[in-house]
């Protein structure tokens, strides 16, 4: 009669518990420096092959690559600290898993004991739990065999090893092999789950019960998640309009199901593809309207890999509790060195010089033409960019001057100016780094320019809406502006196939660019890493840091403690009720944290991880929640 009470897991190691194939490993060590590295390595992975497939039995496959290997026992150090630093993701992040069921979980493998019970013992797995082969070696300490009799040398040997066992009770394989799939197929065990966060094999999974795409799933649908809330291959992600590749690749590793489309989608589209979306990464041209929210069932963040957010309804956002980031200073730099190159071209007239050139004109002339140093440079809006700007032209020798609506901490040797009559007066060149909002149309117009020092050189880089067009074109025409960069306009065509159309054209000594002042490769590639990054601590841990939705909460890392995240209507009396509901339920406060907007109320309590579950509904249904959520 089977004990039902016991349950007992059963392992595999390579490619489950590390993400790799220990031999492989152990060949790249053995064989570092050998003039036959590359082939003997290659064999190594095709006799594998031979060995999975069956053309070749499992013990001939295991002579022939230790054959091959030419390894030694002091290999066996290095191939252990290189798999500690393969173990799987998930096993990592469940450690609590192997600690609370010690008794319970087995390791089996074809692979080997002296480099796996190292590996697993830092997982509170017992050496005694662990099957596996063990190598023999000659005097000298060469790897030359293993021990024949042992039943993991052989085809079937998993099962068999299992019948030894005799284990009473429910039993659970977890691997990515079919010899872990036969332990099942022999009756060994209840369920076979094919693992699949390393390596997918197709005759593997039709196989399976339940397909695992980490160990938090299997911990979720046996209702053992300790350590996290919710498997991540279960939280599933949309990006659409041809994210950067690296932001996919790291959502990926955390193990999230993401869904990539290259183009957006329209209004209904996007309703459709929203049901069931947790995440939503966007570029500028989707749009997040309230009828895409009313569709969003599930959705708990919004990634915009971008600067601008005016694409999403932000405030429909806060109403139904979605968090958004952007990345408001990842084109930074970009932005910046443009600038510098402008500023110095327009110095030098170099692209008057060069156009000329174009058109058969040689005209060697210093005439009109200025180093920087020693300028003074006047910077309207300092800001990200325009104080980044400050400690780059003062570093080119630029005498900084700077005005801003708020007050800021001049950087380096740059001075304040109290007025922008002031800072005009001083300026030789004026850059503009305003942000976009709406009190700053045409803040630069014929009174502005006419503060300015005759010859002044103008830049703007930040909304074309701040500079009145046509004081601009008069002030270039009249020489009064010596020369002119503008990247932003107050109208721009939608698409590379509109035409530019606007009264600048033509001008003299006037760089004119599509709005590129923040595109580079650089920046993208920032953008990728820092909104992934946003969202994950927002999931992770709930911290709302550069959130241009919600109350911006840094949290700190919470252990030992599950921590409750509670999003609610903003009116008076919430953080009373959450705190009246743990009351009554004997719950302890480790720590928590209220930030409000005028929209929305954001609560954070840590609570000691021992509590009546019945708590949860409790909290779900005080009035004016908006959302809620529990993070282990
Ligand atoms: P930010 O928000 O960090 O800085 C803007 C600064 O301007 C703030 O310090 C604010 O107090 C100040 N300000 C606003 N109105 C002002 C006024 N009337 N007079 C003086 N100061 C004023 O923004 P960040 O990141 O430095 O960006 C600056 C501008 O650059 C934004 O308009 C942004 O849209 C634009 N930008 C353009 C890019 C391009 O491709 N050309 C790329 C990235 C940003």
Known sequence: ???????????????????????????????????????????????????????LTFRESLVQRLEILDAHKNHLPLLVDRLKGEVSK??????????????????????????????????HIKADNVFANSFEFDEGGSIVGFDHNNAL???????????????QGDVYVIGDGYTDYEIKAAGMANKFYAFTENVTRDNVLEKADHITPSLDEFLYLNKMNTAISYPKNRINILLLENIHPKAVELMKEEGYNVEVYPGGLDEDELCEKIKNVSVLGIRSKTQVTAKVLENANRL????????????????????????????????????????????????????????????????????????????????VGYGNIGAQLSVLAEALGLNVYYYDIEEKLALGNARKCRSLKELFKKADIVTLHVDGRKENLNIIGETEFQWM??????????????????ALKDNIESGKVAGAAIDVFPSEPKSNDEEFLSELRGLPNLILTPHIGGSTQEAQENIAEFVPGKIMGYINTGSTSNS??????????????????????????ILAKINQVLADHDINIVGQYLKTNEVIGYVITDIDKKYNRDVIKALRSIEHTIKFRILY
Not at 552 to 571: D, G, K, M, T
Request: charged letters at 25%; one cysteine or more; proline letters at 3%.
């Open 1 to 55: 009669m089977q004990d039902n009470s016991q349950k007992y897991f059963v392992i595999d190691f390579d490619s489950t518990f590390t993400q790799v194939e220990a031999l492989d490993i152990l060949g790249e060590i053995a064989l570092e420096g050998h003039v036959e590295k590359e082939n003997r390595l290659h064999k190594i992975k095709e006799i594998t092959d031979e060995g999975m497939s069956g053309s």
């Open 90 to 123: 998930s096993f990592k992040r469940n450690k609590e898993f192997f600690k609370n069921y010690t008794d319970n979980i087995f390791i089996i493998s074809n692979g080997f004991k002296d480099f796996i019970v190292p590996i697993v013992e830092e997982y």
């Open 153 to 167: 040398s052989i085809n079937g040997g998993k099962a068999e090893q299992l019948k030894q066992l005799d284990l």
């Open 300 to 379: 708990i963040a919004v990634g915009a890999f971008c600067i601008g957010t005016n694409q999403i309804d932000l405030n429909s956002c806060l109403k139904k509790g979605v968090a958004v980031f952007n990345a408001p200073f990842s084109n930074t730099r970009s932005v910046v060195e443009m600038a510098i190159s402008e500023i110095i071209a327009l110095r030098r007239k170099l692209y008057m010089s060069s156009q000329a050139m174009h058109e058969g004109k040689w005209d060697k002339s210093a005439s009109g033409s200025h180093e920087v140093r020693g300028k003074n440079l006047g910077i």
């Open 453 to 470: 020092k005759d010859g002044v050189i103008f830049v703007n880089l930040s909304r074309g809406h701040v500079v009145d067009i046509p």
């Open 548 to 573: 241009v939705s919600f109350p911006n909460l840094q949290l700190p890392a919470f252990e030992n403690a599950h921590r409750l995240i509670h999003v609610h209507h903003n009116v008076p009396g």
